[in-house]
């Protein structure tokens, strides 16, 4: 750790809770306000080579709190909304097992035909085409 971090460690520790208040008059929320503290002190310390010594350090904390803050607003915009996905219980579509179970019936079933004689094999297309067409009729009349 360099002196200039280390001096900027030390004003950090004794500027917290003044950005703390800062950060939550923005946030409005605590959590989130010490996210954005945190952030704002990774990025001090990140750049302290970048502090210029005749400026005010509060002044310079609290533009980048600041500029954290606009940046996450920024962000959270052009996001679009979110939705938790927790919270989709009652999302509508098919179960996936029963689709694989389906499928893999289909593919047993087509393979049995399939080595079955010519006519046999005709004989069980007839059915299976006489099905289909009382379901769709029976669909259609619903």
């Given amino acids: 750790m360099t002196a200039a ?5 030390e004003q950090l520790i ?14 409005r929320v605590p959590d989130l306000a010490d996210d954005l503290v945190q952030q704002a002190c990774e990025r001090a310390l990140a750049n302290a080579a970048s502090f210029q010594a005749d400026t005010r350090f509060d002044a310079w904390m609290f533009r980048i709190i ?11 915009k ?3 909304p979110t939705d938790d996905i927790g919270e989709g219980g009652d999302i509508v579509g098919q179960d996936g097992n029963s689709t694989v179970e389906a499928r893999l019936t289909l593919v047993t079933v087509s393979e049995a035909i399939d080595r079955l004689s010519e006519e046999q094999r005709d004989v069980h297309r007839l059915n299976i085409a006489a099905f289909t ?10």
Avoid: K, Q
Wanted: hydrophobic letters at 40%.
């Fill in 133 to 142: 067409s009382a379901t769709a009729l029976e669909r259609g009349n619903n």
């Fill in 14 to 27: 004794a500027l917290l809770p003044n950005m703390r208040r800062f950060a939550l008059s923005l946030t």
């Fill in 66 to 76: 600041r500029n954290l803050w606009i940046d996450r607003l920024r962000r959270v």
């Fill in 5 to 9: 971090s280390h001096d900027i460690g």
């Fill in 78 to 80: 052009t996001a679009g």
